[in-house]
């Protein structure tokens, strides 16, 4: 009986715990199954990626419906008082102008703003416009030129290596009698009897000997060769030919005039030490120095030119290279990133002409209300704080009246807009204007608040005295700014940062709760950080449009809630992964 018939026996008489066995074995295979894919305790990140949005910040206060009150008129800026526009008694309308301050600065920034707005107009304009056939037609022109500068100094090139080897064979010929030549002292070389008469007072002459034989013999080994090189040269040769003769001429030439000069200071030497003890100087010493300072002075000329033609060719080869370039781009029109940089600078621009025109309304004091004027204290040419009286207002106008702490009465100016709702009320909203901030707080078990008065831009027969009000006061906008959630933004150590996949996750899922799980550590990008808004917080500097952020992560199966918004990667911020 064989072993599978023995376990069949079992199990038809043990049918109760055969089957058992089996659940046992089933239930075990799956956990060990569900424990190697289980993705439990793994990190998942959810992604987003920078965008560009608006971005308004606002400011939630409430406070009560107020009337039948004397509004006091103040600038929001400091200087000179330019014109008084109302009187004691006068009614005035809501918007009416009330006085002017100097406001010379502040009409400059805004013309240099409109100046700035209108460059960045027009190069973009510039930059969208397809190139005209004069364009490519000046730019081709200016390829060809570059191109045939570059023929002739291929062929200037080539005469200044023809015109050097004219005195190459002169030079070397001399320089062969000079060193080898017996005819200073017919019994010995020439270079051997300089050293011999110089070495009897100096004791290093034998190596000025001996560095001018090596360097002759350097240099003639290099003549010889170029000699033979060029002699293979056609009369009219190439571009790579004739860099190939320039480059070795130009070394060959630099070798003699080492050989000469390695000459002349033995010979220089040997006249020294002669004339330093009144001894007779050869009369040949004189003539060999006066000859090779003379070859010294053509081989440096030759020197010279030689190299002011490699970098003229050098110099040719980039300029044809920037003018194809040039001249492809054109033809390919603008670059999607330099449009975008431009409307950037347009949209950032605009920004600062808004900017300067919001400044420019400060200096204007205008009625919140319609009303009386019950006084005007001031007068043309009277200095005005941000704290001065201009005049009083005496309205039965409805307005909000708030208390503001301190902190968020900082962030609030004369001006901005409200968005007002009524707790009596559900249905009604309202928009109103900031009219009055105290410049005074006012001090209750420690806390300091101020009191923040909104005008209504329309009055409302439904709204009593004393109703609450609850206002949403927007403190500042930025228009097509970079943004990211504001969930992604985490803070260490005192500083900002976000993390970010660089390169970018190759995956589409960018939002939900599910997230992904990788192996790549996002890196920490420091950022700078403006407004913010429920949703979003602008970014100053650290991040571009695009780029794939971290919002969150979480731990656990898909789905689980176990959020780590603050989490860092390992290592911590300016560990492993920053960037």
């Known amino acids: 009986m064989t072993y599978l018939q023995k376990i069949r026996n079992f199990v038809r008489a043990h049918r109760?715990?055969?089957?058992?066995?089996?659940?046992?074995?089933?239930?075990?295979?799956?956990?060990?199954?569900?424990?190697l894919t289980s993705t439990t305790g793994e990190t998942r990140y959810i992604l987003s990626t920078v965008s560009q949005n608006t971005v308004i910040s606002t400011l939630s206060e409430s406070g009560q419906v107020a009337a039948n009150q004397t509004l006091t008129l103040t600038p929001q800026v400091s200087g000179q008082v330019t014109?008084?526009?109302?009187?004691?008694?006068?009614?005035?309308?809501?918007?009416?102008?009330?006085?002017?301050?100097?406001?010379?600065?502040?009409?400059?920034?805004?013309?240099?703003?409109?100046?700035?707005?209108?460059?960045?107009?027009?190069?973009?304009?510039?930059?969208?416009?397809?190139?005209?056939?004069?364009?490519l037609t000046q730019q081709q022109n200016a390829l060809t030129q570059a191109q045939q500068s570059l023929e002739t100094q291929y062929q200037d090139a080539f005469s200044d290596v023809t015109s050097t080897f004219v005195d190459l064979p002169t030079i070397i010929a001399a320089l062969q009698d000079i060193d080898l030549g017996n005819t200073i002292e017919g019994s010995q070389q020439n270079i051997d009897y300089y050293a011999d008469q110089a070495g009897l007072f100096y004791t290093g002459a034998k190596a000025f000997?001996?560095?001018?034989?090596?360097?002759?013999q350097t240099a003639r080994s290099a003549y010889d060769k170029t000699f033979a090189d060029l002699k293979t040269v056609s009369a009219t040769p190439d571009h790579t030919t004739i860099e190939a003769a320039l480059t070795e001429t130009y070394n060959t030439t630099a070798r003699m005039a080492t050989a000469v000069k390695s000459a002349n200071d033995l010979v220089q030497l040997y006249v020294d030490q002669m004339s330093k003890r009144n001894n007779t100087v050869k009369a040949g010493a004189s003539t060999h120095i006066t000859n090779l300072q003379t070859y010294q002075t053509k081989l440096q000329t030759h020197l010279s030119q030689?190299?002011?033609?490699?970098?003229?060719?050098?110099?040719?080869?980039?300029?044809?290279?920037?003018?194809?370039?040039?001249?492809?781009?054109?033809?390919?029109?603008?670059?999607?990133?330099?449009?975008?940089?431009?409307?950037?600078?347009?949209?950032?621009?605009?920004?600062?002409?808004?900017?300067?025109?919001?400044?420019?309304?400060?200096?204007?004091?205008?009625?919140?209300?319609d009303g009386t004027i019950g006084s005007v204290p001031v007068q043309k040419y009277d200095q005005a704080q941000s704290a001065t009286?201009?005049?009083?207002?005496?309205?039965?106008?409805?307005?909000?009246?708030?208390?503001?702490?301190?902190?968020?009465?900082?962030?609030?100016?004369?001006?901005?807009?409200?968005?007002?709702?009524?707790?009596?009320?559900?249905?009604?909203?309202?928009?109103?204007?900031?009219?009055?901030?105290?410049?005074?707080?006012?001090?209750?078990?420690?806390?300091?608040?101020?009191?923040?008065?909104?005008?209504?831009?329309?009055?409302?027969?439904?709204?009593k005295s004393g109703m609450t009000v609850n206002a949403v006061i927007q403190t500042g906008i930025a228009q097509d700014a970079l943004t990211v959630p504001s969930s992604a933004i985490k803070t260490q150590n005192g500083q900002t940062y976000v993390q970010l996949f660089d390169p970018a996750l190759a995956t589409t899922t960018m939002s939900g709760t599910t997230g992904v799980i990788t192996k790549q550590t996002p890196l920490l990008v420091p950022v700078q950080t403006g407004l913010s808004d429920a949703k979003n917080t602008v970014i100053l500097t650290g991040l571009d449009l695009g780029q794939q952020i971290v919002t969150r992560t979480t731990t656990g199966v898909a789905g689980a809630a176990s959020s780590a918004a603050s989490r860092t990667s390992a290592g911590g911020f300016g560990g492993p992964g920053v960037r």
């Open 16 to 35: 109760v715990w055969s089957a058992v066995l089996g659940i046992v074995v089933i239930l075990v295979c799956w956990w060990v199954y569900s424990k």
């Open 83 to 135: 014109s008084v526009l109302v009187k004691p008694g006068q009614t005035v309308r809501a918007g009416q102008l009330i006085a002017t301050i100097n406001a010379t600065d502040a009409l400059q920034q805004v013309t240099t703003a409109k100046r700035n707005l209108q460059s960045a107009q027009l190069t973009l304009a510039k930059l969208k416009q397809p190139a005209t056939e004069l364009t």
């Open 209 to 216: 000997r001996d560095a001018a034989y090596a360097d002759y």
């Open 306 to 369: 030689l190299l002011s033609d490699r970098n003229a060719l050098a110099t040719s080869k980039n300029t044809i290279v920037e003018k194809q370039q040039t001249l492809a781009q054109t033809r390919a029109g603008a670059d999607t990133l330099d449009i975008e940089q431009n409307e950037l600078s347009v949209a950032k621009a605009q920004d600062a002409l808004d900017e300067a025109n919001q400044t420019l309304a400060k200096y204007s004091v205008r009625a919140p209300f």
């Open 389 to 463: 009286t201009i005049a009083t207002l005496v309205t039965n106008a409805q307005y909000a009246s708030l208390t503001v702490n301190e902190v968020d009465a900082a962030k609030l100016q004369l001006g901005q807009k409200a968005t007002l709702t009524f707790d009596a009320i559900p249905d009604l909203t309202l928009t109103g204007t900031i009219a009055q901030i105290d410049s005074v707080g006012t001090v209750s078990q420690g806390v300091v608040s101020y009191e923040v008065r909104i005008s209504f831009d329309t009055q409302d027969a439904r709204i």
